[in-house]
């Protein structure tokens, strides 16, 4: 599916989903294209989920509501400064998401676990980001197992996903605001979703694995595509 048209999504009456609606008929507007797979995946399973991946810029907060919202209720787990951040603080906070600070990981993790565990429970999904910072290159090293500690401890499933949104740059000013290159294309792909088994070592391994191919995959056919 190639964009908000192409995906046939409608807009609930949210004000989350339509201000990140907003931003991504923006990003349209300036001739960035998006390509959207799996939302099947979402739509065909009943209850929450903790949708775990990876996180390369800010494009991916500010989208993402609008792709998932509509088919799922959902928030983010998102750092205090982003929130911070005059242009687009009451979008985020629109959003109820769980603040955490990323100074202290002890506390981050209660927070999450807490938090996280009382909205799962009320039906809404959380999207987790497990870096401990943005980055273009995905290293697994860097790739946490808050999102498998969170669906197990509130007994939910978990749905991969996969991003590239390097067409949002890094900020030279402000780190969260960059250029925008619309020579590259915006990718999203959500994976079929997992059970939590144990300590979800093993499920751990198959996010990231699936997250390295999808890259993969879309470095190759990006480069075929601009060549």
């Known amino acids: 599916m190639h964009g908000r048209r192409a995906a046939k999504l409608r807009c609930p009456d949210n004000e989350w989903a339509e201000g990140s609606l ?15 797979t799996g939302l099947d995946n979402i739509q065909r399973l009943k209850g929450p989920v903790v949708f775990i991946g990876n996180h390369m810029s800010t494009l991916e ?14 928030t983010f787990v998102v750092k205090s400064s982003l929130v911070n951040i005059p242009v687009f603080k009451h979008l985020l906070l629109s959003g109820e998401p769980i603040i955490v600070g990323r100074t202290n990981p002890r506390e981050d993790l209660i927070t999450v676990l807490e938090e996280g565990t009382k909205k799962l429970k009320s039906g809404v999904s959380i999207i987790i980001f497990p870096q401990s910072t943005r980055s273009i290159v995905f ?6 197992t808050l999102g498998e500690k969170l669906a197990s401890k509130a007994q ?5 996903f996969a991003l590239k949104t390097d067409a949002w740059g890094v900020g030279k000013l402000i780190r969260d605001f960059g250029n925008i290159d619309n020579s590259k294309k915006v990718h999203f792909a959500f994976d079929e979703p997992i059970i939590i088994d144990g300590r979800g070592t093993k499920q751990h391994d198959v996010i990231i694995k699936f997250i390295q191919e999808q890259l993969q995959e879309w470095e190759i056919k990006d480069s075929v595509s601009n060549s």
């Open 156 to 160: 939910v499933q978990v749905i991969p």
């Open 139 to 144: 290293n697994p090293e860097d790739f946490n």
């Open 61 to 74: 907060t500010f989208v993402l509501p609008y792709i998932v919202q509509p088919l799922k209720p959902v």
């Open 22 to 36: 907003h931003v991504m008929q923006a990003l349209e507007n300036v001739g960035v294209t998006f390509e959207i």
